[in-house]
């Protein structure tokens, strides 16, 4: 078999090479902590106290969902009515709710006490495999997105699909494979995001089936089985956003906002129902429903590539840059941009800034990638929540800055792409020496 169809996708590090990720001293270990309860500290101040309008506004809805479910008041989300999210929302919703549902700080304190344990999980897991400067990023990362990057539900997914990645980049049994793909599987129930990452960590194992498509396969059975026998509707999300228009930022939107910006010839409007800011222009309305087609359109050809790169022994090598690349198509060809869909990027490059220190002298694309990301994500911030009042007014300046976001994130992907496709090439050539080791018997 070649090397793509080894259980251990991407090792952590390699015999006869030097080790870059050593493991942190007590030092480095205490000292990323402090830094860890800094900013969780200072996100959660901004969203329950400073700016909790802007920031955590989505929180106070989640509270009110919340509940609606708990206190059995009718219309309760997937039960009585269709809900925006896949089902397995409902479990991230909830769990704050059994502390309060009607204080909006007190409900916004447990949410963020929730996902802060959720990226302790991350951290601990980046300093087992040594990944200082790995957890350190992950950490700089949230001071640049900002409080949106506690207040989402993303807040959720993104640890889950961190981890599954880890455990598909690291694991040395199909087990670790198989505990990738229930993650990934558990974070798609909450939102799509982490969905397409399956397809990667797919290519790359050894059994596929049994492996990955059998472990998701019983995930989602258990989210849709559960809300079936409550009487509810599992699969509701997939038609309740359809008819949405393109949101003002969008990356598509880019053209119409800069015009607005510039000369005020196309503006935007607020839809009462959706609570979010559309581009208001009938050739904007056509262009998001291309996006509908072109975006799944995307995700097929690149499981076509991922195919090539199995059948070429190259699946393992592209596990990470076809991660970050179908990520960050979910975000380019999305006629939803809200902020916090950046947050889904931290999950492939924090997992190639630790396989690339593994590999000793690895490539330069995940280092690359780990710093534009950071710039999007600061960009994204001064946006939203900071500007988004001026942008939607039609401020040149945080307009200009949306689009400067825009541009890195076209970048990024082809960055992504790039990445992908010279890996492919590197792993499939014979004469190319391998980084893959085959597993202990």
Known sequence: MGPGHHDVLIPVAEPGRARTATPPGRRGRVAVWVAFAAVHAGLALLGVVVVPAEAFWDVDLYRWWAGSFLGFDEPRPVLDMPWVYPPGALAPVLLPGLVTVVSTPGYALAWSTMVTALDAVVVAALLRRGATTAALWWLAFLVALGPVALGRLDAVVVPLAALGLLAATGGRTAGATRWAAALLAAGAWVKVASGPLLLPVAAAARRPWRDVVLPAAAVSGAVVGTVLLLGGAPFSFLTTQTDRGMQAEAVAATPWVLGAALDGRTGVSYDDDLVTYEVSAPAAATAAG?????????????????????????????????????????????????PQFVAWLAAPVVV?????????????????????????????QVVFPWGYS?????????????????????ALLVLAVVAAVTEAVRAGTPAAPSTERTPAS
Do not use: I, M
Request: zero cysteines; aromatic letters at 4%.
């Open 290 to 338: 291309v996006l509908d087609v072109v975006l799944p359109v995307g995700l097929a050809v690149a499981a076509a590539g991922l195919v090539v790169a199995r059948r070429r022994g190259a699946a393992a090598a592209v596990l990470l840059p076809s991660s970050l690349a179908l990520t960050v198509w979910l975000v380019v060809a999305n006629k939803v941009g809200s």
């Open 352 to 380: 190639a800034l630790v396989a690339g220190a593994g590999r000793g002298v690895g490539p330069a694309w995940p280092r690359v990638a780990a710093a534009l990301t950071l710039v999007v994500a600061a960009l994204t």
């Open 390 to 410: 001026a942008f939607v007014a039609g401020d040149p300046l945080v307009t200009g800055a949306l689009a400067v976001r825009n541009a890195g994130l076209h």
